[in-house]
């Protein structure tokens, strides 16, 4: 079987376990690291460690009755997502007690010698360096193996079963069950759109689509929900700066994607700007989008506003939830 099939399906699949690795594994790693080759942080708040064994509860259920991440058949998502997974220790340990199909699914890609011949000495060094070098770990070293996890009060087993990830939105098409809105959005294009034009099936336009795709995914989103997420399990209302300056490292590198065209991918609008717009205009319950900062991307946001359905969709809530949250803080930022 082909590492990327052709079948839509699988594909969509494939694509929904890639964004779940960007957007929620890597961003994991990169809140505890980042700070540290940034900044030289050395300590590694708890929430941090929490969050990377949630999303190790997650990929233990997507491992619960197949060998690889999409089925039987190793494909991208294990390939992508493996090396991923193998630098966490840097941050928490993972028990084959408590996640056996993850150690086991690890194990068996380190088992492919090319896999292994790339990843598992740099991986090691990766670790090791960092564990060097914390000089505090979450609230104590024996605390790695717990996290914290939130029961949402309208979990359901039928929805779980349907989505273990328990976010919005899920599609069923005919038996077809995906989330994730980017991995959703191209399988719906793909199978049912008249035209091309939104996810061109030219291989190059399609690859940059994607590229922009998963930097919503993992830069500008975990920018949001680093932020966000606090406040929605916790009640915490005091933002650090650093989570600001996160999010303002997002800001910088999308006017560099949209300095020479009307839109993320080009002079058409595609899926890239259609997932990306509602983050972006949703960061400002963070930071302010400033004109004379960012004039670039405040063209961009105006220009998707003045698409009728677009503006219909996403202007009333996020203003409603830039809003809300603006008037929940006590301290924001330094």
Request: proline content about 7%.
């Given at each position: 079987m082909s590492c990327?099939?052709?079948?839509?399906?699988?594909?969509?699949?494939?694509?929904?376990?890639?964004?779940?690795?960007?957007?929620?594994?890597?961003?994991?790693?990169?809140?505890?690291?980042?700070?540290?080759?940034i900044n030289g942080v050395t300590e590694v708040p708890q929430e941090k460690l929490d969050a990377i064994h949630r999303g190790l509860k997650l990929l233990e259920t997507f491992l619960g009755n197949s060998p690889y991440l999409a089925g039987d058949s190793l494909t991208l998502a294990d390939l992508s997502t493996g090396p991923t997974v193998s630098a966490l220790p840097a941050a928490?340990?993972?028990?084959?007690?408590?996640?056996?199909?993850?150690?086991?699914?690890?194990?068996?890609?380190n088992q492919l010698p090319y896999y292994k011949e790339i990843n598992e000495a740099p991986a090691q060094s990766y670790v090791a360096f960092l564990r060097s070098k914390w000089t505090k770990l979450g609230d104590k070293l024996q605390s790695l193996?717990?996290?914290?996890?939130?029961?949402?009060?309208?979990s359901s087993e039928d929805f779980l079963k349907k989505n273990p990830q328990h976010t919005v939105p899920v599609l069923d098409d005919n038996g077809t069950l995906l989330w994730d809105s980017h991995a959703i959005a191209a399988y719906l294009v793909d199978k049912y759109a008249k035209s091309d034009e939104l996810y061109p099936k030219d291989l190059v336009k399609?690859?940059?689509i994607n590229q922009r795709l998963f930097f919503e995914a993992s830069a500008i989103f975990p920018g949001l929900i680093n932020v966000v997420g606090p406040f929605w399990?916790?009640?915490?209302?005091?933002?650090p700066q650093e989570k600001l300056d996160s999010i303002h490292r997002g800001l910088k590198i999308l006017e560099t994607f949209l300095s020479s065209s009307s839109y993320l991918v080009g002079d058409s609008l595609t899926l890239a700007d259609l997932l990306?717009?509602?983050?972006?205009?949703?960061?400002?319950?963070?930071?302010?989008?400033?004109?004379?900062?960012?004039?670039?991307?405040?063209?961009?946001?105006?220009?998707?506003?003045?698409?009728p359905y677009y503006k219909a969709i996403n202007e009333g809530p996020v203003q409603?939830?830039?809003?809300?949250?603006?008037?929940?803080?006590?301290?924001?930022?330094?």
């Open positions: 990327i099939p052709r079948d839509l399906a699988k594909r969509a699949i494939i694509n929904q376990r890639l964004f779940f690795d960007a957007s929620v594994i890597y961003a994991s790693i990169a809140n505890v690291s980042g700070p540290f080759w928490v340990d993972i028990d084959p007690a408590t996640y056996p199909k993850v150690t086991a699914w690890l194990d068996r890609l193996r717990k996290s914290r996890q939130t029961d949402p009060e309208d399609r690859a940059i399990t916790t009640g915490c209302t005091v933002v990306s717009g509602p983050t972006v205009s949703a960061l400002r319950a963070a930071v302010d989008i400033e004109p004379v900062e960012y004039p670039k991307v405040c063209a961009w946001l105006d220009r998707l506003n003045q698409i409603g939830y830039v809003a809300f949250l603006r008037s929940k803080w006590t301290k924001l930022g330094a």
